[in-house]
């Protein structure tokens, strides 16, 4: 007897998963009311989503969190790389899945509007958010890890809201752009996944959306934090209001004396196309990048973790790496993931003009 | 006023203040609501309650441990498989009374993640309460004690509080083995030593096994997702834990799939599987299994690891647009051998689950404070310079085993613990035994009544050969020859070779058959609870019996003459005594989804011996 199809563990039923039909997820039983939440829980996961699109390899997890906002189906989520696809997927607490569609984004807020077309939808009203205060106890719900599938509801973790103060961290080496308000909880959400996700009272109210994966740039721990929804209400509504927001982020830091391709030994192929994807065209010989080992015909595809998305916008963040930094480059080589830690030489250093001679012997050095 | 008059009413005050002292809750209580204080008062008791049967569990010769707790005053426990793991057989457990137990593997379910312990030395021991883990709702709270960093040098175990953040979460296996299905997702801290540990309601009722966390970029530290074996899954298990064995999970032989209409449709089937014999073919609809409505693939793939190989469970399907209801038996998950090998292999699974130890700590980033120095392992170096309290072996890797863990040790292959299944067979055979005294009447037996038409039925079972007489013609098998070669009656699935197997089991008992062991506890058809269930092999046939755990009495025997067939099942009632031995006046057969023939027994005669 052949033991393989007998099972259902194969990890390639997950798909099929996404397709479940509609189901409330219905919890029975008794408990102490007295020190349950689950009652207030229940009113809130109908409103949270489950968000699938770009990434799943690297690390990077093709999943994130967001809640509705209105009964026709727009979703506030966080703006990150998992949106950043032809296909983003909405599925609803009650497993019905949506192919969504992205209205608008602020670059600086990190948040982005999506709408599916869906009606009559439970939803958290932006304009009656609740402003807790610090000790508070707080509800964050997400789907982090992306442990809930289908029908499954998102993920609660309960805390307290420990400070309301202004978000200094950091994401890699970039100093993020939110630098406003945000409420830091002691319930764990710095989390793979659970971006996007909903922060609210005892009472079900909202109060905040879970941020991105960020360290402390004072510290370098995990910051569990949420940016309180009157930070986003004025955007958001925007958005939904068919105005554009700037795309450009003006407020990013700039370095002082800016790292650039040339340092480190490299060309990009330059078709005259922002949007092209940067691939290699040349490496210097003896420069750093030749010593790395990264070749001609090499695409990038992230520096430092973060994901290059064409020649312009690598450019641009290098305008924020300062030139004595070390900085982290993925490339995309025959079909595989590569990485290269590089570090351009001392300002005095000569570097050489010639272009490194492309190796007979490439295959052997793998 | 004197001196002795003032210091009177000195003690006097102290006395009263040492009373409205302890008499009055703290000075705060007049701000706190009363519901607050109900709530921790609440919380006290439950603690109080959960925490006498709490186990720290101490590998011997320093290899780590875990957590465990104790579900029986005579010291059965559970934990996970991976904390034992490497402790194999005997293992040290400290409970909260300070008192250090020598403990020993009974049984284990690597899929499940479970292990089976016997704490030794009482028959008093504190035992925690089960509760109906499905019962939990999300947002519910929960709190998980035991032995997290192996901290509890004292045996004092760790509390730590939380809410319910999911329920019927499904966790995949790492490898083949260590699946979470069906199981309860918590923000209690659950860290690395908690393994096997327990999880209770906000009543201190036991509703899971700690045993794993989602870890990513912080180490293998609590992130607020730690995850709980349900004790409603371990529930199933506990009888096949007892037995010694270890035991496998289950399938169905069939793979879903998730149609467009938002079906569960069969995408692949076994031809040899139970549920293709009942019926269940490609593209037919599932509607519900193990009385569960089914309308994700998820639902069943959850619902499937929740139950141990061999369990018969009611499963609905649509065929043709007709609705089927059936009772389905479960295949296994591995081989048998592949099961051991995957038992015995050495860790270090895809993605190991909240370990017993951190094997190693990961570099402090720059900037990071660094985490505090573990104290592993065991036994602790500590300020002290030795371990206090606690027998704690030397940390030498191949301590002798104590000879109270010898003496509840038996090795057999495809066992945990052969020991515990021949506890188990010597208390079936005890409850063989209890039908009366068959070992006088091993000649024929005549047994003659009439079946559900009144047509009448007369059956013996001799020394040579057993026959059955039925409206539609006598039928007889040779009893000397393998059981195997004629199934007769036809269409009964070889009931007359069930009903010898039966007599030999009542007349000699299961030393008598090639090989007997203990299965476990099993639902059976007609019986509202576990049955106890002994399998007995002659040549190539198998029967099992389904014993009633409290009367003792024989319920069924199902006989199966090969693999990937469908057994003679033959169910006992209408016990008489005659001549002090109980025997079943009333006899259902039934072979595949067909009843045989529901007979009404008017004579029951056994001879001393043949020919008699």
């Known amino acids: ?366 | 006023m004197t001196a002795r008059r003032q210091s009177a009413a000195f003690v006097g005050w102290l006395l009263s203040l040492a009373a409205l002292l302890a008499a009055t809750p703290p000075m705060y209580a007049d701000d706190v609501d009363s519901s607050v204080l109900q709530a921790e008062a609440e919380r006290i008791a439950a603690v109080k309650k959960a925490t006498p049967a709490v186990v720290c569990i101490f590998v011997q010769g320093g290899m780590g441990g875990g957590s465990g707790v104790v579900i029986s005053p005579d010291g059965y426990a559970l934990s996970n498989f991976h904390v034992t793991k490497p402790a194999g057989t005997g293992m040290k457990c400290g409970m909260a009374d300070g008192k250090v137990y020598d403990a020993v593997i009974v049984g284990l379910d690597p899929t499940g993640d479970v292990a089976m312990i016997k704490l030794l030395g009482r028959d008093d021991f504190p035992v925690a309460e089960l509760a109906d883990s499905d019962a939990m709702r999300v947002g519910d709270s929960c709190f998980a004690m035991g032995n997290p960093f192996l901290l509890a040098t004292d045996f004092h175990p760790t509390l730590s509080y939380g809410i319910v953040s999911g329920v019927h979460r499904y966790q995949y296996p790492a490898g083949t083995l260590l699946e979470y299905s069906d199981c309860l997702q918590v923000d209690a801290a659950i860290n690395p030593g908690n393994s096997g540990g327990p999880l209770f309601n906000a009543q201190g009722q036991l509703i899971g096994i700690n045993g794993r966390g989602s870890f990513e970029k912080r180490g293998r530290v609590n992130v607020g997702v730690g995850y709980a074996i349900s004790i409603n899954q371990i529930k199933n298990f506990l009888g096949y834990l007892k037995s010694g064995r270890i035991v496998d999970h289950a399938t169905l032989g069939a793979r879903v799939g998730t149609s467009d209409e938002g079906r569960v449709v069969v995408t692949d089937i076994i031809e040899d599987s139970d549920a293709y014999r009942r019926g269940l073919r490609y593209d037919d609809e599932i509607i519900s299994f193990a009385s569960r409505p089914i309308r994700t693939t998820n639902t069943l793939k959850n619902l499937l690891g929740i139950f141990p190989k061999d369990w018969r469970v009611p499963l609905s399907y649509r065929h043709q647009g007709k609705q089927y209801d059936v009772l389905v038996r479960l295949a296994g998950v591995h081989r048998e051998a592949e099961l051991i090998a995957l038992t015995n292999e050495p860790e270090e699974g895809e993605e190991p689950p909240a370990p017993e130890e951190p094997k190693e700590q990961p570099a402090p980033q720059p900037g990071e404070s660094p985490r505090p120095k573990l104290p592993l392992p065991l036994p602790l170096p500590g300020p002290k310079g030795k371990p206090k309290k606690s027998k704690l072996p030397s940390p030498h890797k191949k301590a002798s085993l104590p000879q109270i863990v010898k003496d509840h040790f038996e090795a057999k292959t495809g066992y945990a613990n052969y020991f515990f299944n021949k506890l188990n067979q010597a208390r079936l055979a005890k409850a063989v035994a209890g039908h009366g005294e068959f070992g006088r009447v091993s000649g024929t037996w005549t047994l003659s009544g009439e079946a559900a038409d009144h047509s009448p039925v007369s059956i013996r079972l001799g020394a040579k050969e057993a026959t059955c007489e039925l409206p539609v013609g006598l039928t007889k098998i040779d009893v000397t020859q393998s059981l195997d070669a004629v199934l007769n009656p036809p269409a009964s699935g070889g009931m007359l070779a069930g009903l010898h197997m039966w007599k030999k089991l009542l007349v000699g008992g299961s030393g008598k058959f090639d090989q007997a062991y203990y299965l476990g506890t099993a639902p059976v058809p007609m019986f509202d609870q576990l049955a106890d269930v002994l399998i007995v092999t002659q040549g190539a046939v198998e029967a099992r019996f389904y014993l009633d755990p409290h009367s003792g009495l024989l319920l069924a025997v199902e006989l199966f003459p090969d693999d990937n067939v469908d057994p003679c099942e033959i169910y006992f009632g209408d016990y008489r005594t005659e001549a002090g031995r109980k025997v079943p006046y009333r006899m259902e057969v039934r072979h595949g989804d067909q009843l045989f023939g529901i007979f009404a027994l008017k004579k029951f005669e056994m001879a001393e011996n043949e020919g008699t």
Do not use: C
């Open chain 1, 1 to 366: 007897m052949n033991l393989l199809p007998t099972t259902f563990r194969g990890p390639s039923l997950a798909a099929a998963v996404l397709l479940t039909s509609a189901m409330a997820l219905l919890v029975g039983g008794s408990a102490s009311a007295a020190t349950s939440f689950a009652p207030v829980i229940a009113q809130v996961q109908p409103k949270i989503v489950k968000i699938y699109g770009a990434g799943g390899f690297n690390g990077m997890a093709h999943y994130q969190s967001g809640f509705l906002i209105s009964a026709d189906g727009f979703v506030l989520t966080a703006w990150s790389y998992v949106l950043d696809s032809d296909v983003v997927n909405v599925i609803l607490n009650d497993g019905r899945k949506f192919k969504a569609e992205l209205k608008g984004i602020d670059p600086k807020l990190e948040l982005a509007v999506l709408k599916i077309d869906a009606k009559e939808l439970p939803f958290f009203e932006l304009a009656k958010t609740a402003t807790p205060e610090e000790g508070s106890r707080v509800l964050a719900f997400s789907n982090l890890f992306g442990v809930a599938t289908g029908d499954e509801a998102a993920s609660v973790l309960h805390g307290i809201l420990s400070i309301q103060t202004k978000l200094e961290a950091r994401r890699g080496v970039y100093e993020t752009p939110y630098q406003g308000p945000v409420y830091v909880v002691d319930a764990m959400t710095n989390n793979p996944g659970a971006a996007g996700g909903a922060l609210t009272n005892l009472h079900g109210e909202l109060i905040a959306m879970l941020g991105k994966e960020l360290k402390n740039a004072r510290n370098n721990t995990w910051l569990n934090y949420a940016v309180p929804i009157n930070e986003l209400r004025e955007a958001v509504n925007e958005i939904r209001a068919g105005k554009v927001r700037p795309r450009a982020d003006s407020q990013a830091k700039k370095a002082k004396d800016p790292l650039e391709l040339s340092m480190l030994g490299l060309n990009l192929v330059n078709t005259g196309l922002e949007r092209a994807p940067p691939f290699i065209d040349q490496v210097y010989g003896d420069s750093p990048a030749a010593k790395a080992g990264l070749r001609t015909d090499d695409l990038i595809v992230f520096l430092d973790n973060q994901l290059v998305q064409n020649s312009k916008s690598l450019r641009a963040e290098m305008l924020r790496i300062e030139r004595d930094e070390a900085i982290r480059l993925t490339v995309m080589r025959d079909g595989q993931l590569m990485e290269f830690t590089l570090q351009a030489p001392a300002s005095d250093e000569p570097r050489s003009e010639k272009p490194a001679r492309r190796s007979e012997d490439d295959r052997d050095e793998r």
